[in-house]
């Protein structure tokens, strides 16, 4: 699993266990915002359509037990399917994106100018680095690729065509951005890599955990907060600098100043980004669970406050 390997390369068996142990963790918490953010806005779907107010705490249910039978597929390379499905969705959603924009834009207004507050802050360094909580995912695809070169090429590809997202294509993120997690698990209890029962098992097991930990915690901004400013910022702004000193000074035996210097910039502005939001959506949850209580304990309270719980204030 190539960024554990990675991280053994370069620090050996601990550090690859310690990397092993985040970046499950990382993944595992990364499918939470996804289901809460396909549900809250199903909920708000069928509420504008239908007039129906029909609880996302149970959209979670619902699209749990649609997810999960996908998820009993294997690798990456096994849902070619799934991908083109949710590349054609990210096309179709950021078209129509920008169509609304467009014919939006007469009846807008410039808002007042507003000073950020910390909090406020904290929240958007969490939402940013959760939005590029692909690292541990990158090097997995790489390994399935027939021609492994041309992996920037592809990143390239994906970035150009990723403007937005949608309930559908959120969904079909989460089959295979997941799978890591998967194929960790499998390999650390000798589940053999073939479809059966063992990997039903276990994949379904996953998947009621990620569902009973949205249904205790039902907010998105929270959440996304909590996943993106402690099990995601490390993979972004702390090991790719550290790991890249290391591996230069094995290689050669000698590294220079300004490569440490940046690479210390950088780790110390992901430290500082990382505790701030994670002080931040502790503090969120202390406060929201005074009067939103989880959804297994009262879902009429629970989805509620879908609108506006646990956004900081400006």
Same mark, same amino acid.
């Given at each position: 699993?190539?960024?554990?390997?990675?991280?053994?390369?370069?620090?050996?068996?601990?550090?690859?266990?310690?990397?092993?142990?985040?970046?499950?963790?990382?993944?595992?918490?990364?499918?939470?915002?996804?289901?809460?953010?396909?549900?809250?806005?199903?909920?708000?779907?069928?509420?504008?359509?239908?007039?129906?107010?029909?609880?996302?705490?149970?959209?979670?249910?619902?699209?749990?037990?649609?997810?999960?039978p996908l998820l009993w597929l294997g690798t990456?390379?096994?849902?070619?399917?799934?991908?083109?499905?949710?590349?054609?969705?990210?096309?179709?959603?950021?078209?129509?994106?920008?169509?609304?924009l467009i014919l939006d834009a007469p009846d807008?207004?410039?808002?007042?100018?507003?000073?950020?507050? %910390? &909090? *406020?802050?904290?929240? !958007?360094?969490? @939402? #940013?680095?959760?939005?590029?909580?692909?690292?541990?995912?990158?090097?997995? /695809?790489?390994?399935?690729?027939?021609?492994?070169?041309?992996?920037?090429?592809?990143?390239?590809?994906?970035?150009?065509?990723?403007?937005?997202?949608?309930?559908?294509?959120?969904?079909?993120?989460?089959?295979l951005g997941i799978n890591t997690l998967f194929?960790?698990?499998?390999?650390?209890?000798?589940?053999?890599?073939?479809?059966?029962?063992?990997?039903?098992?276990?994949?379904?097991?996953?998947?009621?955990?990620?569902?009973?930990?949205?249904?205790?915690?039902?907010?998105?901004?929270?959440?996304?907060?909590?996943?993106?400013?402690?099990?995601?910022?490390?993979?972004?702004?702390?090991?790719?600098?550290?790991?890249?000193?290391?591996?230069?000074?094995?290689?050669?035996?000698?590294?220079?100043?300004?490569?440490?210097? %940046? &690479? *210390?910039?950088?780790? !110390?502005?992901? @430290? #500082?980004?990382?505790?701030?939001?994670?002080?931040?959506?502790?503090?969120? /949850?202390?406060?929201?669970?005074?009067?939103?209580?989880?959804?297994?304990?009262?879902?009429?309270?629970?989805?509620?406050?879908?609108?506006?719980?646990?956004?900081?204030?400006?």
């Amino acid at each position: 699993y190539p960024y554990p390997a990675l991280a053994e390369k370069v620090g050996g068996i601990i550090l690859r266990r310690v990397v092993t142990v985040m970046q499950d963790l990382a993944i595992f918490g990364a499918a939470v915002p996804f289901m809460l953010l396909a549900s809250e806005t199903l909920q708000q779907l069928v509420e504008k359509l239908a007039g129906l107010n029909f609880s996302f705490c149970y959209w979670l249910l619902i699209t749990t037990i649609i997810l999960t039978p996908l998820l009993w597929l294997g690798t990456p390379k096994d849902l070619g399917v799934v991908t083109w499905i949710g590349a054609s969705s990210v096309v179709l959603v950021s078209i129509l994106t920008l169509v609304g924009l467009i014919l939006d834009a007469p009846d807008t207004s410039d808002p007042a100018p507003v000073t950020p507050s %910390l &909090a *406020a802050a904290a929240y !958007c360094f969490a @939402a #940013v680095a959760f939005q590029f909580d692909i690292h541990p995912m990158i090097l997995t /695809v790489q390994m399935d690729m027939r021609q492994k070169h041309r992996l920037p090429h592809a990143l390239v590809v994906a970035f150009i065509v990723w403007l937005t997202r949608a309930i559908f294509q959120l969904l079909l993120c989460l089959v295979l951005g997941i799978n890591t997690l998967f194929q960790d698990l499998e390999n650390s209890l000798h589940i053999p890599d073939e479809f059966g029962w063992r990997r039903i098992c276990l994949r379904t097991t996953v998947m009621l955990l990620v569902l009973f930990v949205c249904e205790s915690i039902p907010h998105f901004a929270v959440a996304i907060e909590l996943v993106g400013g402690l099990l995601v910022t490390p993979f972004i702004f702390i090991f790719p600098p550290a790991f890249h000193i290391l591996i230069k000074h094995k290689a050669s035996g000698r590294v220079d100043v300004r490569d440490v210097v %940046l &690479a *210390a910039n950088i780790m !110390c502005l992901g @430290a #500082v980004g990382c505790i701030a939001a994670t002080v931040e959506s502790f503090i969120q /949850v202390v406060k929201l669970k005074e009067f939103a209580p989880p959804c297994y304990i009262n879902i009429t309270a629970a989805s509620a406050i879908t609108d506006s719980t646990g956004f900081p204030n400006p």
